[in-house]
């Protein structure tokens, strides 16, 4: 085996202890183990000539997740900003330390690092990447979840629910690419998902 294939390999053994599982093509399967397929997936379509580094830290993107759980945290802005910082250095110490122990030099597992940490984001073009990828990935297969479980409370709250998913939308469609736009619009969506997307972003679709 390769080091990159027993990255992956590891990276899936880690994986594969997520005690929350979903139900995926008849089979139950971990919950950070699909997202992880799927982001790969979404990278070999986005960009197909990925570097080896930029493809291990898109896997890895959600690495064990579940030890962090943002209940953990205080239920405010400044509580999710906190999980936000802590889990990203959670996941690249992870996944700088698989790639040591696979035989990886220093200088990729400083660059998983800086990557999974979006360090120089606007610069970056790998960094980039990464962030489209998981962009695309939320829109395809957990935005409209995120959507209906934010809508339980539509009838009490209606306006609040509307704005919050707005917010959401704009917040994602802003991180992205011009060539991540252009893909998402390629998604296999449903109608009432791309209408939802359509009517909250308007111009910015354009």
């Given amino acids: 085996m390769t080091p990159f294939s027993r990255c992956i390999a590891h990276f899936d053994r880690l994986n594969n202890k997520d005690p929350n599982t979903v ?10 183990l699909l997202y992880a397929h799927r982001m790969l997936s979404q990278l070999n379509q986005f960009q197909p000539n990925a570097s080896e580094i930029l493809k291990l830290a898109v896997y890895s993107q959600h690495i064990q997740r579940w030890k962090k759980p943002r209940q953990d945290y205080p239920a405010d802005r400044s509580g999710y ?13 992870i996944a700088a330390n698989v790639l040591q ?23 970056d073009t790998e960094a980039q990447c990464l962030e489209d990828v998981a962009c695309l990935v939320f829109i395809e297969y957990y935005l409209w979840n995120f959507v ?3 809508s339980a409370n539509t ?35 449903s109608n009432d998902l791309f209408r939802l997307i359509k009517d909250n972003l308007g111009t910015e679709l354009i």
């Fill in 148 to 150: 209906q479980n934010h």
């Fill in 101 to 123: 122990h696979e035989g990886y030099p220093a200088i990729d597992c400083n660059r998983i690092k800086s990557l999974l940490q979006k360090q120089n984001l606007h610069s």
């Fill in 155 to 189: 009838l009490t709250n209606p306006a609040n629910t509307a704005a919050k998913l707005r917010r959401i939308l704009q917040k994602t469609w802003k991180k992205m690419s011009a060539k991540a736009h252009n893909s998402a619009l390629k998604l296999p969506l």
């Fill in 23 to 32: 139900e995926h093509k008849g089979q139950t399967i971990s919950k950070e």
């Fill in 81 to 93: 900003l906190r999980w936000r910082c802590e889990l990203s250095i959670f996941h690249a110490d």
